[in-house]
Structures are given as structure tokens and as C-alpha cells.
């Protein structure tokens, strides 16, 4: 897959989720407020809920296919920096769809119970650990990509920046969830990362000194 094909793809997956999750599923992600219109909108709308996660699940896979073609054109597979990269991808991403599942799969249920708050209290926490996980370990290794392509000369920072700026946003998710607007600040700086990869042109050379 071409660099900017996979730009492409994972800029419109990341984008169209967090345009969904704003403007659709904004009522069944506060947790902070009063529970009922919460409750009220995910018994209304459990399909909403429901396709909200099967976006970002689509986003989540978009995210490693950008930073597994970057990974595979411009580092040595055979270096154990490269296998750790490619280990901790998994792991976040594993992460980040565990928490996406339980969020999706279990509350329009739980909400359909006489007395559902300490279940979906447990819910919550489930999901927003696994998610705060996943961002983390993800923020880290989009961090350590970006940061590594610039150590070994590959990429300039002008290729970088907005991926090295979006990596750094998703880091603290741990300690700001169930606050979004971290995450919404690391979508922003993703798409503009995605926007800049699809309109410069050539893409750099993998290995120019063998050129």
C-alpha cells in the first residue's frame, strides 16, 4: 500500500468517526452529567451506539495500516526497535478494540435493567481502562515511530510533526478519560497528518543511497 493510500484511508476513517462521535453518539458518552437522557438515548438509539463503535473499530485498524506502512518502507525490519514497534501496535490496538466491544456490546443492554447505574458505573470503568490503555501504548509507539523515522534521517520533521503532535495528545489518556477533548485535539493533528502525506508529492525514497 502506497503511503498516501493508506493516508487516505485512515484520514477519512479517523475523521468520519470523530465527526460521528461529536455530532450522533455525544449523549450515550456523557458520564458526567445527569444519567437519565444518557439512558433515555441508548435505549432510543442502540443502532447509533452500536455503528458509532463500528466506526472507530475502523479507525482504530486505518491507524495501524498508516504506521505499518511506515514502519515496513522506511525502517529495517530486522532491528529489535522495529519488532517492539510492531508488538506494541498490537497490544494498543488490541486494547483500544476490547474497549470499544464493551462499550458497545454490554450497555444498551445494561440499560435495560430496573436499576442499571452500578452496572453501567462498572461498564464504564471496563471500557474507559481499556481504552485509556490502548491510547496510551498507542500515543507511545506513534510517538516512538515518528520520533524513530526522524532519528534515522528517513523523514524530515515537515513529514512529521503533525503524527509526533498527535501521538503526544493520546498519551495522557489515562489520567484526562472520560474527558474526549484530548482525543479530539490527537484526531485533529491525525487528519491534518493524513491531509499533508496525500498532497505532497513524491514520497521520499524508502533507501535513496542504494538509488
Known sequence: ???SQAATFSGGAVLVATLF???VARPGL??????????VWLLEQPELWQIHWW???VAIFSWMCLLVTFVWRYTPAHRVATMLQNGLMVISAVLAILGALVWMGTLPRIVMVDDPTIWVQLIDNLA????????????????????????????????????ILA?????????????????IL??????????????????PKPFPELL
Open 1 to 3: 500500500m502506497k503511503l
Open 21 to 23: 462521535s461529536t455530532f
Open 30 to 39: 456523557r458520564m458526567n452529567s445527569v444519567f437519565l437522557p444518557r439512558k
Open 55 to 57: 466506526l472507530w473499530l
Open 128 to 163: 474507559l481502562t481499556l481504552l485509556g490503555g490502548g491510547a496510551f501504548m498507542g500515543g507511545v509507539v506513534t510517538l516512538w515511530i515518528t520520533v524513530d523515522l526522524l532519528n534515522l534521517r528517513k523523514l524530515t520533521l515537515s513529514w512529521l510533526a503533525p503524527g
Open 167 to 183: 501521538g503526544l495528545a493520546l498519551i495522557p489518556s489515562p489520567f484526562l478519560l472520560p474527558s474526549f477533548y484530548h482525543l
Open 186 to 203: 490527537a484526531a485533529i493533528f491525525w487528519v491534518i497528518w493524513c491531509i499533508v502525506l496525500i498532497i505532497r508529492r513524491p514520497e
